[in-house]
């Protein structure tokens, strides 16, 4: 009798355990009093340094909005791009949100539904000879490091064909940032700028009638929050504000903003 007591009463205090785990699992965003979200401070128009100083851009945006509907504070911390997934994971970045492509990269974090469709483009000097990809045989392209575009070029899920354009470039160069890549486009050193479509489009509008964007895209892909794999809760709670968000107009408002990058016309969220 006294066994079934003890082993009765052992099993009660494992139930209420795994209870109060339940609870505390449910409940660990409810003590959360800022978000900390890494981002490439030249990477507009999701993320980058406006003229006073101060960074802004599309993502940050959201992220503003987010906060303020859960009373966090907006932490914005500029990263090295290459160096994100250090940053996630010693936990100095709650997430990388920043233009961050899921395609390819399904298993290393955890994500949030994707919100923006993406495409990789091609940008040459206006007078360029390249008016098509084949053109790029034989030409210097450079692209940023650890970036969406490299991937599509010569990353493991790189197509067949897309392996072969790289194939034929004369060098292909990586860069740390694009402001960097514009600068060597301009001065002559390379002949073309593989990026994503919303940086071009930025960049483009900004540097006057020096640059076009070829009309054939390197490839198509989607924006996503990416968490700390594992990190459920978070994500959960930023993902179901960001419904909110779309749901009542929010997220169009804060698109509209950037209206020159056409970026309404490439929101996933609430469509």
Known sequence: MKKRMISLML??????????????????EADRTQLIVGFDAEFPPYGYMDENGGYT???LDLAQEVCD???????????????????????????????FTMNGRADDYT???????????????????????????GKIVTVQADSSGLAALDGEDATEENKALTESFAELQQVGDYNTAFMNLEAGAVDAVVLDI????????????????LDAQVSAEQYAIGFKSGNTSLRDKVQETLDEMAEDGKVKEIAEKYADYYLSDMLMLGK
């Open 111 to 137: 994500w949030s539904d994707p919100y923006i469709e993406n495409s990789i483009v091609v940008v040459v000097p206006s007078d360029s000879e390249v008016k098509e990809l084949s053109d790029l045989a």
């Open 11 to 28: 099993a009660a205090v494992m139930a209420l355990s795994m209870a109060a785990c339940g609870s505390k699992g449910s409940d660990a």
């Open 57 to 59: 851009g599309f993502d």
């Open 198 to 213: 919303g940086v071009a489009l930025y960049q483009i509008a900004s540097r006057g009638d020096k640059f076009v964007m």
């Open 69 to 99: 509907r859960n009373g966090w504070e907006l932490v914005k911390k500029p990263i090295i791009w290459d160096s994100k997934d250090m940053e996630l994971n010693s936990g100095s970045i709650d997430c990388i949100w920043n233009g």
